[in-house]
Structure formats: C-alpha cells, structure tokens
C-alpha cells in the first residue's frame, strides 16, 4: 500500500520565493497534518484537516504560512515570501479518525532557504 | 514550555541487552501516549501506544510503562538489536477527542553489535 507521499524531497530557494509544498494522504485517511521540525523546536504541528476543512491552525507560525486541502488526496503548505528561518523539515501525516488511530507520516520536505 | 520531555538526548546499549528510554509530561489532560521511531532521511513510524486507563501494553520486544501519577512512561526494548537504532520519539493526546500530538525532542538510541 502507498504510504503519504510528499514532494518535492529536497527545496532550496532563495529568500523571498514562494515555496509551495505538497501532500498526498493515504488513501481513506480522513485527517491530514502538516509538522515541522527543527533542531531547536523539535516536531511541532502547524495544522491539521479533518474532511479537507482546516479545524486548528494554531501552530501556523505566521500569515506568511497557509495550507489548503482542496480534496481527499491532496494538500499544499505554501510559504511567501520565504525567509532563511523558515528553513527546516516539513512532514506531512494521515490518518483515519476513529478512536486514536496513529498518524502515518510521510517522509518529508527537507527545505533550505538561502 | 515542552508539554512532553525526553531528557537523555541519546542512550547507546549492547546488543541483546534492554534499552529502556524515557519520557515526562507535564499537561494532566494527556490520556493518550505514543512511540514512534524514525530511521534518517525518512519520516516517523508509529511503534506502539497506550491508553491512560492501562500502565502496560506490549508487542513483541517493545513494552511501553505508564505512570500517571509521577507523569511518567518508558519504553522497553528487548532484546535490543542493531536495527533498532534510530531517534525514538515520545507523543500525546490530550483527552477529548484532539488529534493534536504533542512530540518530545527525541532520544537516539545506538544499538552496538
């Protein structure tokens, strides 16, 4: 079985670009999570979908940051402008909300700003 | 503030003998725990949970402890084998039906032959 696909694997840019990232979730999976992790920080959610409709944002960590969920197989988390700070991994998880099903995580977004 | 610690940033055993890695949290509302595991260049895998309403649950040589009253839990790899060395990742759910996990830092556990 597909596991949560992410793409692209590696993103270098320069400051300022938009960097556009992307998720396709496990397919039934009726959840989706963007994470992102750094060495100071560690994982930390951004947000999360339910249905395709974003139910917490909190953890986005500013308007330069937004993320859709267009339908059931696919989500983006989009950064502009980017900054150098922003450089970090960026996982994306599915799961089937019913009871506490783990997260499947995809293998991530490794993204450099320069 | 970290809601969930894992304070030995890594732990190296012998082959065939117990890793044992630990893990606190501090938010009372967290009746959910998980481990995953996650080797380089890949993402977390889930390797085992358990429910606040349980101090044990078990799969194979992982064992994972829950001690609700000092905040605590460890898992428990026996025997330990080379592939198991990877960064081990401590998780929770807060009560109510949240899907937010809340991750640890991670521990690296290396697993010498």
């Known amino acids: 079985d597909a596991g949560v696909i992410q793409s692209p694997r590696h993103e270098v840019t320069e400051m300022g670009q938009e960097v556009t990232l992307r998720c396709k979730p496990i397919s039934g999976h009726n959840s989706l999570f963007w994470y992102r992790q750094t060495m100071m920080r560690g994982l930390e959610l951004l947000i999360y979908f339910n249905n395709n409709v974003p139910i917490d944002d909190s953890g986005m960590p500013e308007d330069r940051f937004s993320a859709k969920m267009p339908n059931a197989s696919f989500s983006t988390l989009k950064i502009q402008p980017s900054e150098p700070r922003d450089s970090a991994v960026y996982f994306c998880a599915s799961n089937l909300r019913a009871g506490n099903q783990p997260q499947h995580f995809g293998d991530g977004t490794r993204l450099s700003i320069l | 503030d970290q809601q969930v610690k894992q304070n030995s940033p890594s732990l190296s055993v012998q082959e065939g003998r117990i890793s044992i890695l630990n893990c606190d949290y501090t938010?009372?509302?967290?009746?959910?725990f998980l481990w995953y595991k996650k080797y380089p260049a890949e993402g977390p895998t889930f390797l085992i949970s358990?429910?606040?309403?349980?101090d044990k649950n078990e799969d194979g040589r992982f064992t994972v402890f829950l001690n609700k009253s000092a905040k605590h839990l460890s898992l428990h790899i026996v025997p330990s084998q080379p592939g198991d060395s990877a960064v081990y990742f401590c998780?929770?759910?807060?009560?109510?039906?949240?899907?937010?996990?809340?991750f640890g830092k991670g521990t690296k556990l290396t697993v010498n032959p």
């Open positions: 998780a929770a759910l807060a009560q109510g039906g949240s899907e937010k996990l809340v």
């Open positions: 938010n009372s509302m967290f009746d959910y």
């Open positions: 358990i429910s606040s309403i349980k």
